[in-house]
Nanobody
Framework: QLHLVESGGGQVQPGGSLRLSCVAS?????????IGWFRQAPGKEREGIAC????????GYADSVKGRFTVSRDNAKKIVYLQMSNLQPDDTGVYYC??????????????????????WGRGTQVTVSS
């Protein structure tokens, strides 16, 4: 069964950068699943922020992160990355990745419900503060 684990979170100052990783296991090939990135700030609902198609040719970003975050993937290594730059306090939260087994085209970041509930990782904490 597909299992995703996020890592790479931490505490950074405003303007700093982090790269998150989403590592997959329990799957033969990563070429058949889209991956979405989500975050949840304290007291707020989970927000979809980015997605990448199975082959990596299509990506999507929420307006809140567009131009600052970049999603990429290495299917051979079964890893999806979220490079985050110019981080701000509003970016603080727990970051999750999840798999869209239906391979929606284009990929969809705005609707967490389309992502397979059994694939959600436990998340990695990102804290942006001075």
């Amino acid at each position: 069964q597909l299992h995703l684990v996020e890592s790479g979170g931490g505490q950074v100052q405003p303007g700093g950068s982090l790269r998150l990783s989403c590592v997959a296991s329990g799957i033969t090939s990563m070429n058949v699943i889209n991956i979405g990135w989500f975050r949840q700030a304290p007291g707020k609902e989970r927000e979809g922020i980015a997605c990448i198609s199975s082959g990596g040719t299509n990506t999507g970003y929420a307006d809140s992160v567009k131009g600052r975050f970049t999603v990429s993937r290495d299917n051979a290594k079964k890893i999806v990355y979220l490079q985050m730059s110019n981080l701000q306090p509003d970016d603080t939260g727990v970051y999750y990745c999840a798999a869209d087994l239906k391979e929606m085209w284009p990929c969809v970041y705005s609707n967490p419900a389309i992502y397979d509930r059994d694939t959600w990782g436990r998340g990695t904490q990102v804290t942006v503060s001075s």
